[in-house]
């Protein structure tokens, strides 16, 4: 059975940090180009990082240096570190491949306060 499930959201004030994560179970975790996406509110869900198998990683321009995806094959674990926030990045956030292969999971709240 796929399960993605996010988890490490929160309330922060601008400049704060979060540690996101996705534990996966039921997929080839390993052989996936893995990413994160996000849903403000009345916006469609977009890409903001992904991580390939070998662990390159590609960020949009608004959150590259502040946001930093990784990966942990062994225990088929997605992380993104969130640093420096601001209010635009406020959303819901989500796992799934690169191709969003998978069905999605509940998601983790992002909320930074200004």
């Known amino acids: 059975q796929v399960e993605l499930v996010e988890s490490g959201g929160g309330l922060v004030p601008v400049g704060g940090s979060l540690r996101l994560s996705c534990k996966t179970s039921?997929?080839?975790?390993?052989?996936?180009?893995m990413a994160w996406y996000r849903q403000a509110p009345g916006k469609e869900r977009e890409q903001v990082a992904f991580v390939a198998t070998h662990g390159g990683t590609v960020y949009i321009d608004s959150v590259n240096g502040r946001f930093a995806i990784s990966r942990d094959n062994a225990e088929s674990t997605l992380y993104l570190e969130m640093s420096d926030l601001k209010p635009e990045d406020t959303g819901v956030y989500y796992c799934?491949?690169?191709?969003?292969?998978?069905?999605w999971g509940q998601g983790t709240q992002v909320t930074v306060s200004s």
């Open positions: 039921g997929i080839p975790f390993k052989l996936k180009v």
């Open positions: 799934n491949s690169f191709a969003r292969g998978f069905p």
